[in-house]
């Protein structure tokens, strides 16, 4: 929306359009103006909370949300074992502890990066990743299987689609699991006794520290 014309007009197109046009220093010492009240506010936006990757008034500060996944992997320490992403447009940083882990293979090293890459609401099934990539169901399979296997005790299959943290657990239903989070997990019947007994011993191991 423009409130001007003629030859006002450029000059408020380059007010709207280009950032710090809009925004005049006093000369002191102060802190930018809060995000919150920059009209390149994006609250509602997925991973960035702003128009541009970094902050036209604040230079290095960067507007990407915090995206940390979190995998729990056997014989490492709670810090060593979360795997910080941080995407933005055209790249992604991750932690390289699954790269230098000798006991994974290329296979799984490169699918675990791929899918660390990839939105949050990515279709995050066999058929899904296979449509992406060359190799077929059962090598993607077989690849999930090895990264299962890394996760250790603290991750249970509850489905033959989904696995569950164990710490994450509000409550197990007949058919499905509640999360602390509020998402409902489906749970598989020849399953659920896995799940039941997965889940107490898990609780007495904490509960020995």
Same mark, same amino acid.
């Given at each position: ?16 359009? %280009? ?50 996944? +979190?995998?729990?992997? %056997? ?20 932690? #390289?502890?699954?790269?230098? #882990? ?19 609401d990515w279709d995050f ?27 250790? #005790? ?18 197990? %239903? %007949? ?32 509960? +020995?520290?």
């Amino acid at each position: 929306m423009y409130f001007t014309s003629g030859s006002d007009r450029a000059f408020e197109q380059l007010m709207q359009g %280009k950032p710090g046009f809009d925004h005049y220093d006093s000369g002191e010492a102060v802190t930018p103006e809060d995000c919150g009240t920059c009209r390149f506010y994006r609250p509602h936006w997925k991973y960035q909370f702003c128009v541009y990757e970094e902050c036209p008034y604040q230079p290095g500060k960067r507007t990407a949300l915090d995206g940390a996944v +979190k995998f729990q992997v %056997k014989g490492v320490d709670d810090e060593m074992a979360v795997f910080r992403v941080e995407k933005n447009r055209g790249y992604t940083v991750m932690s #390289n502890h699954h790269l230098r #882990n000798k006991d994974l293979s290329l296979k799984a090293k490169g699918l675990l990066s791929q899918m660390l890459s990839l939105p949050e609401d990515w279709d995050f099934t066999l058929k899904g990743l296979s449509l992406i990539n060359r190799e077929q169901i059962d090598a993607i399979r077989a690849a999930i299987r090895e990264l299962e296997q890394e996760l250790g #005790n603290t991750f249970c299959r509850c489905h033959r689609s989904f696995l569950v943290n164990l710490a994450r657990i509000h409550q197990i %239903k %007949k058919t499905d699991i509640l999360l602390d989070s509020g998402v409902v997990v489906p749970m598989s019947r020849r399953l659920a006794a896995d799940v039941n007994q997965a889940f107490f011993a898990y609780y007495r191991r904490e509960a +020995k520290k």
